[in-house]
């Protein structure tokens, strides 16, 4: 797969469209920047449907140019905008979709987004619709074939600095902190700001220490901390922190105070890597369109940028190995 705009040869691709669909992740923006700008600098109209999906449903399309993405490196969220569409599981209000992407000769389509919106592409392609290439973004990094998805590691500075912060405060009082993070099913996000924030423990979907046994380890007289603090994944339910302390509380006769971070992890200005990946990949996005890619998405492993089918919607998403966050945990609780 060639990479640089520059060793690109011209295909027959003459009009793509790009989207961001799902949940919104910092770095939206550089990757739609530089599918823009490679795309035009090749020769091909690029057109955006705004609100993801439901831009198709309301059949409006707007072309981009250079100047539509100036100065959109730096913002978080996305500037087309983005929605969860139920519309567009429809059989039949993607077959109106399809007579309009057909009218509107758009031959190649870039979704930027989670598994969901890439099952939404995968779907629309297999009923006829433009060839499809998915950048992998959410701030929970599950997406099974790839290592990195954008937005990850702006959530992950996000969520760090506001345990720095807590713990300023858990330190000057002497108190005891669970600090709830996103990540849905999966503990990467919780894993990485647990370790960079000097957690004593890591609670996450994959791993779910009983509450009694979590007891024991914090009221361990060894360890003969003043403060601490512990993260805990939201898994499925958002504040469920709240229950954990409650049962701490009262096996420990210790108070918990809870902080759950909620949707400020989502926003906030990219940071240099999602920036960096974000732009590659988009990039990446348009060549791969290009050079007759279809149906795929791009995926970064070990580093290095490549394609791979869509993840398979049977299988749930990408988890954090069991066994590593065991060793994590017994490594950070000492
Ligand atoms: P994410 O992309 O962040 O995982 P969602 O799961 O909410 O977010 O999916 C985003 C959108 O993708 C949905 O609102 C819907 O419009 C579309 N979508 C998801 N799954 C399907 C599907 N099986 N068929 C058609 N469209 C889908």
């Given amino acids: ?115 969901g919106s890439f099952r939404g592409a995968s779907t629309l392609q297999s009923e006829g619709g433009p060839a499809v290439i998915g950048i992998p973004a959410t701030i929970d990094n599950d997406i099974s074939g790839t290592e990195y998805t954008i937005g990850f590691d702006t959530a992950r500075n996000t969520a760090l600095e506001a345990i720095d ?53 914090v009221n361990d007289t060894q360890r003969k901390k003043l403060s601490s603090i512990i993260v805990v994944a ?25 902080c759950i971070l909620g949707h400020m992890q989502r926003g906030g200005t990219p940071s240099a890597l999602d920036r960096k990946i974000a732009t590659l990949m988009g990039a990446y996005a348009v060549n791969a369109l290009i050079d007759g890619s279809n149906n795929q998405m791009i995926t970064r492993n070990f580093g290095r940028l490549s394609l791979a089918n869509f993840p398979n919607p049977e299988k749930p998403s990408r988890r954090f190995d069991n066994q590593e966050l065991l060793d994590i945990n017994s490594l950070i609780s000492r």
């Fill in 1 to 115: 797969m060639r990479f640089y705009p520059q060793q690109a040869m011209k295909g027959s691709m003459k009009k793509i469209l790009i989207l961001t669909s799902g949940g919104d992740a910092p770095g939206m923006n550089p990757a739609i920047r530089a599918a823009v700008r490679s795309a035009i600098h090749q020769g091909v109209q690029v057109y955006a449907s705004h609100y993801g999906y439901q831009g198709l449903i309301d059949q409006k399309i707007e072309r981009l140019y250079y100047s539509s993405v100036a100065n959109c490196i730096q913002l978080g969220g996305t500037i087309l905008k983005t929605d969860r569409c139920l519309a567009f599981y429809e059989k039949e209000q993607r077959r109106r979709c399809l007579d309009f992407l057909d009218s509107e000769g758009i031959e190649g389509l870039i979704v930027i987004g989670g598994d």
């Fill in 165 to 217: 912060r807590v713990r300023d405060t858990a330190s000057s009082h002497n108190r005891d902190f669970l600090v709830e993070v996103m990540g849905r099913n999966a503990g990467f996000l919780a894993v990485d700001v647990g370790l960079a924030g000097g957690a004593e423990f890591i609670l996450t979907p994959e791993f779910n220490l009983p509450i009694s046994e979590l007891a024991s380890k």
């Fill in 234 to 258: 939201e898994s499925d339910q958002p504040g469920r922190s709240l229950q954990i302390a409650k049962e701490l509380n009262q096996l420990t006769n210790k108070t918990y105070r809870v």
